[in-house]
């Protein structure tokens, strides 16, 4: 005889009471063995094939969970501050978009008030609409910041002077990277214009308000590639000779060396400075890359696949700026370099004292500090 049972099909009313709905008669031998016949076939072919590929299943299994942790690895540390920013005032530039914005999601959820300093308003706006609705934070205030212009960067410095009672974080975020040979509304190269020169005359326009803000901080948003940059006195605009890559890394050596000479001129003010390396991500960052390099970008694929597979994700990115804006432990350091949320090591170029000096002396000139 073949075993036959009777299963009940049950479902929910209305009121959530379980009802039987219909019977079905369920062939226990004949049902049961086709389904193990089929899981059986399957699992030896399984079985089959990798006795038969053997070397390449381990070497796919072993692929695996290496790549797994090697993207843990350089997704780098993490920021664990459980810091509260309430009463706080922080000043991000560019922080509609990438770890900007991330910075300022995460700066906001912590109850601080969060100034976007950005260039384009529209996407201020929508950035701003973001950040409010996921951190409950109404809180977000948008001012236009275009760090090309140094008479923006006076405008938005005299709008926070006279407006807010204290600034106590001020982010450095905003850059561009590797465009075509542009020059500022002022006739600097693009790259050392917006990435140091805007940041230079924004910070010291706001040094008067952190100070009576003590204890705050300055975060500068650098890149590992400053110790490929040389600062070109001779040609700080490169004006004779133009490499957008060579620009970039002395824009990023500049902000180094910048703030390794604030956090020196603001010794015992309770004022810190610090730079830091985000990490490498697909931000819009490299979005004048296609358009400076055009089809040569094309022979950039293989390396960018590459690179792609360890790319930190933005929150990944921002977490460096978030720990040396909030940590607490960090309120008294000053004059450092992080990457990971861990300090580093500068390579020479970033501790050239010298240079640095000169540096602050040229970007004062530049930006009508010292007549």
């Known amino acids: 005889m073949v075993p036959i049972r009777l299963l009940k099909i049950t479902s929910f009313d209305a009121t959530g009471h379980k009802v039987t709905t219909g019977h079905c008669l369920f062939n226990c031998t004949k049902d049961t063995s086709k389904m193990a016949s089929k899981y059986f076939d399957l699992t030896g072919d399984i079985v089959e094939f990798t006795r038969a590929h053997c070397p390449i299943v381990l070497s796919a299994v072993v692929g695996g969970v290496g790549l797994y942790f090697l993207r843990r690895y350089f997704a780098g540390g993490l920021c664990r501050s459980p810091a ?26 912590r109850g601080a008030r969060v100034i976007l300093a950005c260039r384009d308003l529209t996407k201020a706006k929508t950035a701003a609409a973001e950040i409010r609705k996921s951190t409950g934070n109404g809180n977000i205030v948008i ?23 204290n600034v106590n974080i001020l982010v450095n975020n905003a850059g561009v990277m590797m465009c075509p040979q542009w020059k500022t509304e002022d006739g600097f190269e693009m790259q050392f214009g917006t990435n140091h020169l805007g940041h230079f005359l924004l ?3 706001l040094l008067d308000k952190l100070k009576k803000s003590a204890p705050s901080r300055v975060v500068i948003v650098s890149a590992r590639l400053y110790d490929g940059g040389k600062i ?14 060579g620009a970039y890394c002395q824009s990023k050596l500049a902000n180094v060396l910048f703030m390794r000479e ?20 697909n931000t819009e960052l490299g979005r004048h890359v296609f358009t400076t390099y055009g089809w040569r970008a094309l022979l950039m694929a293989p390396v960018v696949a590459i690179y792609y597979l360890f790319w930190k994700s933005v929150k990944q990115g921002a977490q460096t700026t978030i720990h040396l804006a909030v940590d607490k432990e960090l ?15 500068l390579y020479p170029v970033g ?3 010298a240079t640095a000096k000169r540096l602050w002396q040229l970007s004062e000139e530049m930006v009508g500090l010292k007549e």
């Not at 604030?262 to 830091?276: D, I, K, S, Y």
């Open 84 to 109: 509260r920013l309430d009463g706080k005032t922080v000043i991000i530039t560019g922080a509609n978009t990438g770890i900007g914005k991330e910075t300022a999601r995460d700066l906001a959820a």
């Open 143 to 165: 001012e236009q910041l275009d760090l090309a212009s140094l008479a923006s960067v006076r405008t938005f410095a005299t709008i926070i002077n006279e407006r807010e009672p």
């Open 203 to 205: 910070t010291n326009l």
């Open 232 to 245: 070109n006195f001779d040609d700080i605009n490169a004006e004779r000779s133009y490499s957008p890559f």
């Open 262 to 281: 604030l956090a020196q001129r603001l010794e015992g003010t309770g004022v810190t400075a610090n730079a830091l390396h985000p990490g490498v991500m």
């Open 331 to 345: 309120e008294t350091t000053s004059g450092l370099y992080f990457s990971d949320c861990m300090p580093c090591d």
């Open 351 to 353: 501790k050239d004292e």
